[in-house]
């Protein structure tokens, strides 16, 4: 490599994108080059460690006697810790042919000490660490939105007619259509374009006939883009040429839609809003069906624009609670809609369902509606089928408004609640704590807050409960071993060597929120918002909260940073993540959450006596 190309290489890893020039310039200036076999020890353990060491090519376990702690691949460092602590804890072998940039420990902790930055970064906080992983993270794929394709952005429908029709005709056909925009072609194919501001400028304002043929008011000369052509490049065409919209072609060279200024801003402001619109706008089942499709592209450019975990999921949320209240709207009876309340449950109604996932949703019905049990039965058909339609699969455990267990009146899920509640078991503790983070999303609110109260009510009769109702977590084990090495998936061969950090983190934190807040009668059905609550009530301490709220975020945003990569490859999605696909910081980093939920079910095991019931 170049001195160039060593700088680059360097400023790449994080956090040395932090270094003054001065500072990677004596990195660079003591850099030397290692050639080490396969299977050779780069550190011993027990040793004094000498060296940072940066790989170039080639793999490196860490290792604990024979147990592998972690693996480190091209493009990454290790061991930082070893060298602040002048200790080598765990050994460093390769496992094939490795080739590594060193750098003396002498210059590594001068420049350290002189960087605030790298300082603060070594030392850290754990909850500090995980926060800015995350914001370093999004930065970094910042970039992918760089590389979106036209075909990405919301394209308009061509819609060609002949150059014979009238002003009136073609304006009834742009209503017609629902499209800003009308393409002519004349007998010898040549193209024109009249867009809806065409109407208002040029017949109104000039008190046109109606009756007039509407290629006076065409332009000619369109400019054309491929929907494989980059949409930043679409951009700076409608930029050179000062014009609107283009017209969007397939590799066959024909005409497949129309891309607008508008449609191309929304894209790079993620179409949040745009999408919201949409919904609001919708007076059709096909039409909002049309707003749910381009959630997924929200979700991505989101995520690559640095938005953090915690705001993607509210904003997700909010926009399926205007689809689910807009649907709702649309094929409920009124004699249903007026007394009743529409709930989502799960994920979902914690606010933290990100993709979609199965559906969880239920109907309270207020005990003096009228509907007749045919028309209730044929529309909670409709409804589960049409969010089938949208891409929500069905709930493989039946948790739907299709099932008559959770569409019943509200006296009814009063006698449920109860017998969840003095019936103890697996099943009806699961009702409980699926029913506990239900959110209305359409209809009268008041029917889900009266049942919430009454379940604060009847769970505060008995002491032994809530450690009931917690003791679930103790069968989920933190996936670290005892020298903070990964324990893999040994059972299930197609998971081999992969972690569920669904089972062995993000529920362990959830399930044992929800029981600090079901004790202390907290409505808030998200985690964070119940960390919060939990925090001002004085039951969590401050830095646990933080930690919690951080490695909460940090594993849901690793799962949905797996799974985005598993839809581009047309994979099924999961809670799975295989460890050896992730930097040394995020190895770090999740090893730091397991730490932190270990934290959390101490507490809880100490909470409700755990060991007791």
């Known amino acids: 490599m170049s001195i160039l190309e060593q700088k680059a290489f360097i400023s790449s890893i994080h956090p040395f994108q932090n270094l003054t020039s001065d500072q990677i310039d004596d990195f660079v200036d003591n850099l030397d080059i290692a050639y080490y076999k396969a299977n050779e020890i780069v550190q011993e353990e027990g040793s004094s460690p000498e060296f940072l060491f940066f790989i170039l090519k080639g793999l490196i376990q860490e290792k604990q006697e024979d147990e592998v702690l972690s693996i480190y691949s091209k493009n990454e460092i290790f061991d930082s810790i070893s060298l602040i602590e002048n200790y080598s804890k765990n050994s460093f072998v390769t496992t094939e042919e490795t080739i590594c940039y060193i750098l003396p420990r002498k210059i590594f902790i001068e420049v350290l000490h002189e960087n605030q930055e790298l300082e603060n970064y070594f030392f850290q906080s754990i909850s500090e660490k995980l926060n800015n992983n995350i914001s370093h993270e999004k930065n970094k794929d910042m970039a992918n939105i760089m590389v979106a394709k036209v075909k990405d952005a919301k394209i308009h429908k061509a819609v060609i007619i002949d150059t014979e029709k009238t002003i009136y005709e073609a304006a009834n056909i742009i209503k017609k259509e629902k499209v800003p925009t009308v393409l002519l072609k004349d007998t010898y194919e040549e193209m024109y374009i009249v867009t809806d501001s065409d109407f208002r400028q040029k017949v109104i304002l000039n008190r046109m006939n109606f009756d007039d043929k509407v290629i006076k008011i065409a332009s000619k000369g369109l400019i054309f883009v491929y929907e494989d052509d980059f949409l930043f490049n679409a951009q700076l065409l409608m930029a050179k040429h000062g014009i609107k919209r283009v017209v969007v072609k397939n590799e ?165 609640i109860f017998k969840w509640v003095n ?91 929800r029981s600090l807040s079901l004790e202390n009668k907290i409505f808030n059905a998200n985690t964070a918002k119940r960390i919060r609550k939990l925090l001002e009530k004085g039951v969590l301490e401050e830095e646990l909260a933080k930690e919690l709220t951080m490695a909460f975020n940090f594993l849901t945003n690793l799962r949905l940073k797996s799974n985005l990569d598993k839809l581009d490859k047309k994979e099924e999605i999961d809670n799975y993540i295989n460890p050896n696909n992730l930097n040394t910081m995020e190895k770090d980093l999740l090893k730091d959450s397991f730490k932190i939920i270990n934290k959390l079910k101490k507490k809880l095991e100490f909470h409700f006596k755990l060991n007791y019931v």
């Not at 058909?381 to 949208?390: C, K, N, S, W």
């Not at 008041?446 to 450690?467: G, P, R």
């Open 252 to 416: 066959k060279e024909e005409i497949i839609g129309i891309l607008d200024q508008i449609s191309l801003s929304s894209f790079f402001a993620t179409n949040t809003f745009a999408v919201s619109n949409q919904i609001v706008k919708a007076e059709t089942v096909e039409e909002l069906k049309e707003a749910s499709l381009s959630f997924i592209k929200i979700i991505k450019s989101l995520n690559a624009k640095g938005v953090k975990i915690e705001f993607i999921s509210k904003l997700i949320n909010q926009l399926n609670k205007k689809l689910l209240d807009k649907l709702y709207k649309i094929l409920a009876p009124v004699e249903l809609y007026e007394k009743s309340c529409l709930v989502v449950m799960g994920s979902e109604g914690r606010g933290e369902q990100i993709l979609k996932t199965d559906q969880d949703n239920a109907l309270i019905l207020a005990d003096d509606c009228t509907i007749s049990d045919e028309k209730l039965n044929e529309f909670t058909h409709i409804f589960t089928e049409t969010l089938v339609d949208f891409g929500f699969p069905r709930c493989q455990g039946n948790i739907m408004v299709s099932n008559p267990y959770w569409c019943r009146k509200k006296s009814d899920f009063k006698d449920l």
């Open 423 to 513: 019936e103890p078991s697996g099943d009806n503790f699961m009702n409980i704590a699926i029913f506990y983070d239900a959110v209305c999303v359409s209809g009268d609110k008041n029917l889900i807050t009266s049942l919430k109260e009454y379940l604060f009510k009847v769970s505060s009769n008995s002491q032994t409960f809530y450690a009931h109702f917690a003791k679930v977590i103790t069968s989920f084990d933190v996936p670290l071993g005892f020298f903070d090495g990964f324990v893999f998936n040994s059972k299930d061969n197609k998971h081999k060597n992969e972690i569920d950090i669904k089972k062995g983190g993000i529920f362990i934190i959830v399930q044992g929120i």
